[in-house]
């Protein structure tokens, strides 16, 4: 876990935010292993690739994922808002494949609430939601000082609570956390 307040991280429980980029999918992975408990993951099931459960194993216990693939996203976004409410896992982890509209990315909202539990949209680009909480970009960062290839940039391009900023972290599989990582000088 991040120690650094200036960096507005794991997400503020209860509500629902939304990731894109090229690699939102380890932004996920990196929330996942922060949070205390079990993760539900959806993708819809017509996509062609599949996630596998091993592939988490660098960063969390994959069996501490649920993967589920629903039909559509109509059926992701009944089983996503069921998930929430309940409050039975600690983060839904949402790949959408259509923008949401106002009244869907509420209902999602509201079952955060109340269930206390923290939703991630993964989003393609340009199509994220006005209820979500906050929205970040998260982009590879090749570094060719840099052995480790987990080093990534995470900005926030929407926050309703209004901290905006980037920064570099990378996955460090010794400790087993997120760690901040300086920009480099001039």
Known sequence: M???LALP????????????????SS??????ATVQGQVLWLRESWQGDTRNPLGFLPVLDPASVLLACPA????????TEEALKDGAVALVV????????????RRLQLA?????????CLIPEGMGSNAAETRWRATPVFDPEREDSTLMRWEITKNKMGTF??????????????????PAGE
Do not use: Y
Not at 9 to 24: I, Q, S, T, Y
Not at 168 to 173: D, R, Y
């Open 2 to 4: 991040l120690c650094d």
């Open 9 to 24: 991280f794991p997400l503020r429980p209860a509500r629902v935010h939304e990731v894109c980029g090229p690699v939102a």
């Open 27 to 32: 932004f996920a992975a990196g929330l996942a």
């Open 72 to 79: 559509n996203q109509t059926d992701a976004l009944a089983v």
């Open 94 to 105: 949402l790949e959408i494949t259509r923008p949401l509209d106002l009244r869907e990315g």
């Open 112 to 120: 955060a609430g109340t269930g206390g539990t923290i939703g991630l």
């Open 165 to 182: 900023g980037a920064w570099n972290v990378f996955w460090n599989a010794q400790a087993h956390r997120l760690d901040l990582v300086s």
